[in-house]
């Protein structure tokens, strides 16, 4: 009798094989059994993997290949089969797509997750071999461990084929180890204080090398990335917030804090980063009666502190001015004290974050002058301390710890003041010997020459004969000037530069000379004469 066999070499690849055994009649003996028996090999199946896991473009996602081969290079005759492909992937490997080649053909698309028909009653010829692969795309979902191979399905990315020839079937299989999946990251964001709402800033990481990920985005943002150590950092948001540093949870261990962040693959982290509000201390400086300066006449500089942070301040504020030096200082209030042309004022206010207690204020009375006159001058002030570390006492602050700059100019105060003389016609006289005696410059009396503060000058066009001597300040009048009354203008000026001048009219006075004298003669009556 013959007899046909399915021999299993292993689990990646069997065998057909025909087998003829002869055996002798009932009662007569066989010398030599041991060439009683023949086979053959006709079909030989094998399964392997040729590629992959290879990653895609899309996170956790990737593509693997098997090649099933039919193997009838050794027959002599054609094998009819069928051939069935079986994938049982571990729980954490879900099949989004497969197709399939024969001998190098065009790929055909395989439904849903298997199992897949790849041949029914096809025939492979003698001496040849029918090729397969069979390509599948599966996603990693989950964070658990690289799930390897057992040789049993649900284990790694187990696939297994069967062949049916000659009503016989058998099994062949596959596999490789499931990826883990990649990295998890969420970035949150925690506002602690005041009225900002988290998603107003923007949460980035970022990671280095030649490849660089970014994932970037507001609280909440997550995504897959690929395994390395990324950069945490935060933008944009209001004014009035700490920069935080990041807490980062990896797979529900206990938080690490830092501003980096390390992942391995099926990590899944989540980093927070709270901003808690600060106080924000905003330095402003006014002059009571905006404008101008007046030498002599005392004027008031305001210091307002104004916290615009989300939290109260703490600790004590100091806010330093130094004063020009043209300009006196008068009685401070208290909490201020002057150091030369320094004042500081200090201050444990606590300031809220809202009105009304959020402003503090200081009046720092100054009087310009007179070397102050005509010039413009300029200062700030500066705030420090009350629990804003962005307005160190030394050192580079930020710009709202220092007001705008007050430039005023400063008026001269020229006053002259009039005067009046009176001269006798005829007669050389000086009626008026200094007309700037009862005059001031700036505060100071008037005086001329080299040494003085003041010049003088005519203005305008004088009379004849009446004269201003510039140096001494006389106003003379010649003999030949005739009675009456006239009214002269001088100018006054101080010797800052630019000048400041002012003028003035004074009136002289010249009268006539008519002084009669009596006399006495005597006439003789009746006698014409002159007595």
Aim: hydrophobic share 35%; proline share 5%; net charge neutral.
């Amino acid at each position: 009798f013959i007899a046909v066999s399915i021999l299993v070499v292993s689990p990646s690849a069997w065998a057909v094989t025909n087998r003829a055994t002869i055996a002798a009649p009932g009662g007569i003996t066989d010398p030599d059994s041991n060439n009683n028996a023949a086979s053959a090999t006709s079909l030989v199946m094998s399964k392997t993997v040729t590629s992959g896991p290879t990653a895609t473009a899309v996170p956790n996602q990737y593509t693997i290949v098997y090649e099933i081969k039919a193997d009838n290079s050794t027959s002599a005759a054609a094998l009819t089969y069928n051939l069935t492909d079986t994938p049982a992937f571990s729980a954490n490997a879900t099949i989004n797509s497969a197709s399939y080649t024969k001998n190098g053909g065009s790929a055909q698309a395989l439904s849903g997750s298997g199992p897949w028909n790849l041949a029914t009653g096809a025939t492979v010829a003698a001496s040849a071999t029918d090729t397969y692969r069979v390509s599948v795309t599966f996603t990693v979902n989950g964070t658990s461990a690289a799930s390897t191979c057992t040789g049993s399905s649900g284990n790694g990315l187990y696939n297994a084929a069967s062949m049916t020839v000659g009503g016989d079937t058998a099994s062949v299989n596959a596999c490789a180890t499931t990826p883990r999946p990649m990295p998890r990251l969420t970035l949150r964001k925690i506002v602690s204080g005041g009225s900002a709402a988290a998603n107003q800033w923007t949460l980035t990481a970022t990671n280095t090398g030649t490849n660089v990920v970014a994932l970037t985005g507001t609280t909440g943002v997550n995504g897959s990335i690929p395994a390395a150590t990324y950069s945490l950092t935060e933008s944009g948001g209001p004014s009035g917030y700490n920069a935080g540093t990041y807490s980062c949870v990896i797979n529900a261990n206990p938080a690490v804090s830092g501003n980096t962040v390390t992942l391995a693959a099926g990590d899944v982290a989540v980093c927070t980063v709270t901003n808690t509000g600060v106080p924000v201390l905003n330095m402003a400086k006014t002059l009571a009666a905006p404008g101008t300066l007046t030498v002599g006449t005392q004027a008031t500089y305001n210091l307002a502190v104004t916290n615009a942070g989300t939290a109260s301040s703490s600790g004590t504020i100091i806010v330093r001015d130094t004063i020009p030096t043209n300009l006196t200082i008068g009685t401070l209030p208290t909490g201020c004290t002057a150091n030369g042309q320094l004042v500081t004022c200090t201050s444990n206010t606590v300031l809220t974050a809202t009105a009304p207690g959020n402003t503090l204020s200081f009046a720092i009375p100054v009087t310009p002058t007179a070397a102050a006159a005509g010039t413009s001058i300029s200062n700030t002030a500066r705030v420090s301390g009350g629990g804003d570390s962005t307005c160190p006492e030394t050192g580079a602050a930020e710009a709202h710890c220092t007001s705008s700059s007050v430039a005023v100019t400063v008026n001269a105060v020229i006053s002259p003041v009039t005067e009046s003389g009176t001269a006798v016609a005829g007669t050389a006289s000086t009626p008026i010997a200094n007309v700037a005696a009862n005059d001031s410059v700036n505060g100071q009396q008037a005086t001329l020459g080299a040494s003085g503060n003041a010049t003088i000058a005519t203005s305008g066009t004088w009379p004849a004969g009446i004269t201003l001597n510039t140096g001494t300040g006389a106003i003379s009048v010649a003999a030949s000037v005739p009675p009456g009354t006239y009214n002269v203008t001088y100018q006054l000026c101080d010797k800052n530069t630019p000048v400041n001048c002012a003028t003035m009219i004074d009136t002289i006075t010249v009268t006539a000379s008519i002084s009669p004298v009596t006399e006495s003669g005597t006439a003789v009556a009746g006698t014409a004469s002159t007595p």
